[in-house]
C-alpha cells in the first residue's frame, strides 16, 4: 500500500464549478500537507499548503486537512479552463535535525471545459 | 530571483548508455534533491545532495547516482539505461531543509529510453 492515495481521474467538469480533490494517506508522522498544479511538460508548482490540521483559504481555493481520518482536500470554486492540469498532493514530517522528502500522491488530472 | 534551471529538458537515449542530468538551484539555496515522475508510479525521491554531500536516498538501484559542487549546482547520473528509466526527472532546491514545503522545482528533464 502506498503512503498517500490519489484518485488519478481524469475528472471533467463544466467552466464555473465547484471541484473537490482528495488525499488519504497512511502515515501519522506527516505534518505539512501540500498541493501542487502541474502543467503539461512543466515541473509541479505549489498552489498553497497547510500545517497539520484545519483549512486554509487562499482566493478561488481551500485546502483542508482532517488528521483523524488522515484525509485531505483542496476545493476550486468557480473553476475555470486555466485551471486545467495535474493536482499533486504532498506531505512531509516536520523535521528537528535532517531533509523532510516529499511524499506525493500520483496525482489527479483535472479537465475544466468552457 | 531565478528559478531552479535544468538541462537539457529533453533527451533520447537507447538501452545501456548512460545520460548525465543537471540542475542548477535557486541562488542560495544549498540543498538539491532529485525526483523521478512516471505515470505509473507518480513521483519518487531519489536523493538528496547538501554541501556537496548525499544526504538522503530514496529506493532506488545504485545505477542512479549523482553529485553536487560547491556552487550548489548538482548533476544526476543514470547508467545502464533500461526502457523503464523512461521518466521526468525533476529537481527541487530548498533553503530550509527541514520544510519539506520549501522545496521549489524546476521544469525538468524528459528521458526517453529507446
Known amino acids: 500500500q502506498k503512503e498517500v492515495e490519489q484518485d488519478p481521474g481524469p475528472l471533467s467538469v463544466p467552466e464555473g464549478a465547484i471541484v473537490s480533490l482528495n488525499c488519504t494517506y497512511s502515515n501519522s508522522a506527516f505534518q505539512y500537507f501540500m498541493w501542487y498544479r502541474q502543467y503539461s511538460r512543466k515541473g509541479p508548482e505549489l498552489l498553497m499548503y497547510t500545517y497539520s490540521s484545519g483549512n486554509k483559504e487562499d482566493g478561488r481555493f481551500t485546502a483542508q486537512v482532517d488528521k483523524s481520518s488522515k484525509y485531505i482536500s483542496l476545493f476550486i470554486r468557480d473553476s475555470q479552463p486555466s485551471d486545467s492540469a495535474t493536482y499533486l498532493c504532498a506531505m512531509s514530517g516536520k523535521g528537528v535535525t535532517g531533509f523532510q522528502k516529499l511524499v506525493f500522491g500520483t496525482g489527479t488530472r483535472l479537465l475544466v471545459s468552457p | 530571483k531565478a528559478g531552479v534551471t535544468q538541462t537539457p529538458r529533453y533527451l533520447i537515449k537507447t538501452r545501456g548508455q548512460q545520460v548525465t542530468l543537471s540542475c542548477s538551484p535557486i541562488s542560495g539555496h544549498r540543498s538539491v534533491s532529485w525526483y523521478q515522475q512516471t505515470p505509473g508510479q507518480g513521483l519518487q525521491f531519489l536523493f538528496e545532495?547538501?554541501?556537496?554531500?548525499?544526504?538522503n536516498k530514496g529506493n532506488f538501484p545504485g545505477r542512479f547516482s549523482g553529485r553536487q559542487f560547491s556552487n550548489s549546482r548538482s548533476e544526476m547520473n543514470v547508467s545502464t539505461l533500461e526502457l523503464g528509466d523512461s521518466a521526468l526527472y525533476l529537481c527541487?532546491?530548498?533553503?530550509?531543509?527541514?520544510?519539506?514545503?520549501?522545496?521549489?522545482f524546476g521544469p525538468g528533464t524528459r528521458l526517453t529510453v529507446l
Open positions: 545532495y547538501f554541501s556537496e554531500t548525499q544526504r
Open positions: 527541487a532546491s530548498s533553503f530550509n531543509r527541514l520544510a519539506g514545503v520549501e522545496q521549489f
